[in-house]
T-cell receptor, first 112, second 113 residues
Framework: DAKTTQPTSMDCAEGRAANLPCNHS???????VYWYRQIHSQGPQYIIH???NNETNEMASLIITEDRKSSTLILPHATLRDTAVYYC?????????????FGKGTLLTVNP | NAGVMQNPRHLVRRRGQEARLRCSPM?????VYWYRQLPEEGLKFMVY????????ESGMPKERFSAEFPKEGPSILRIQQVVRGDSAAYFC???????????FGQGTRLTVV
């Protein structure tokens, strides 16, 4: 799986959009970008994933650059409950690739 | 639709005792994964199971750890003769198909005293 690079930490004001970047310059054509988050003392929570098109769901939007070497997770209106460690994971979505390789992620702190 | 259920949420064991951690996957999911998160470290894959089969246990310590997912009932992660270094949060995840999005439980926090 391709390696990802994320900032160690970010701050965001409550109510504002949180934009979390992720670099994955060695991503290959069949690898997806997945985002999970882990709120303190809880299990990781699936957020969204995409291949090359931008994706949106009720939680977030995922913007993937045209060359697929980087992506941004957008939380449109951050709340205090969005404070968590956010993990960007690149992996093949085929049946042989079921392991999630968690790095250190980005600690997002949403401030009142 | 209930999520992944793990129990107990907290487990305290004395050194040398056995720890049994249970995981019931989401309804309709037959693929179960166990991860461990040591204090101040990231989540590490331990084992992948389907009903009655261990598919990949490459992340499991060679001794004292075992996992099963019987035809009926929850998946069990068993740690024999626990040591202080086993103290960690153990998370279970499940998916409908291998490689698709996995959903995690709230974890079992094991403390060995």
């Amino acid at each position: 799986d391709a390696k990802t690079t994320q900032p160690t930490s970010m701050d965001c004001a409550e109510g504002r959009a949180a934009n979390l970047p992720c670099n994955h310059s060695t991503i290959s054509g069949n690898e997806y970008v997945y985002w999970y988050r882990q709120i303190h003392s809880q299990g990781p929570q699936y957020i969204i994933h995409g291949l090359k098109n931008n994706e949106t769901n009720e939680m977030a939007s995922l913007i993937i650059t045209e060359d697929r070497k980087s992506s941004t997770l957008i939380l449109p209106h951050a709340t205090l409950r969005d404070t968590a460690v956010y993990y960007c994971i690149v992996k093949d979505s085929g049946g042989s690739n079921y392991k999630l390789t968690f790095g250190k992620g980005t600690l997002l702190t949403v401030n009142p | 639709n209930a999520g992944v259920m793990q129990n107990p949420r907290h487990l305290v064991r004395r050194r040398g005792q056995e720890a049994r951690l249970r995981c019931s996957p989401m309804k309709g999911h037959s693929h179960v994964y166990w991860y461990r998160q040591l204090p101040e470290e990231g989540l590490k894959f331990m084992v992948y199971l389907q009903k009655e089969n261990i598919i990949d246990e490459s992340g499991m310590p060679k001794e004292r750890f075992s996992a099963e997912f019987p035809k009926e009932g929850p998946s069990i992660l068993r740690i024999q003769q626990v040591v202080r270094g086993d103290s960690a949060a153990y998370f279970c995840a499940s998916s409908k198909e291998p490689g698709t999005e996995a959903f995690f439980g709230q974890g079992t926090r094991l403390t060995v005293v």
